[in-house]
């Protein structure tokens, strides 16, 4: 029943920066700040981009459906963050075993941050900002002590490139 109760919530820990990195992808139209960002991105932009950007320049001024224009600056996606999310839910789910030395979470635990590491780049290291760094530690400091282990932060430090 604890281990339930635990395993709850080491998944809440989880849900918690999975909504973070959510809300900095969630888009909600706004004509004047579209139009803002549109018109930077075209002064910015390549030559050969700018008569797209014009035409969705045009169609935002007109009230018309047009792209998102912030998906630009977007460093990662959906397909990320459910890819972390994959990560941290399988670690979290093999941490159930109650047979855990100290070797085995500690080689778990180099698994799951060389993964994350991977994830981390390729989303141009923007996907564990310095906030959920903090929580993502957390949380497998909260796995270490379900197991009564030490150390799994320096562990964490000593392979993390986030």
Known sequence: MNTQRNLAELKKKKDEIIADMKACITYAPDQVNDLLCLMERYIKAETEERQRLIGQIRRCMDGEIY??????????????????????????????????????????????????????????????????????INLFEEVGKLRNIDGIKGTINNQRTW
């Open 67 to 136: 792209d998102n224009p912030f998906e630009a600056y977007y460093c990662y996606s959906i397909d990320d963050i459910e890819r972390f999310d994959q990560i941290l839910s399988s670690f979290i789910n093999q941490s159930k075993g109650l047979g855990y030395r100290q070797l085995e979470l500690e080689t778990e635990v180099q698994q799951v941050v060389k993964q994350l590491n991977h994830l981390n780049a390729s989303c141009r290291d923007e996907l564990i900002d310095p906030y959920r760094r903090e929580k993502l």
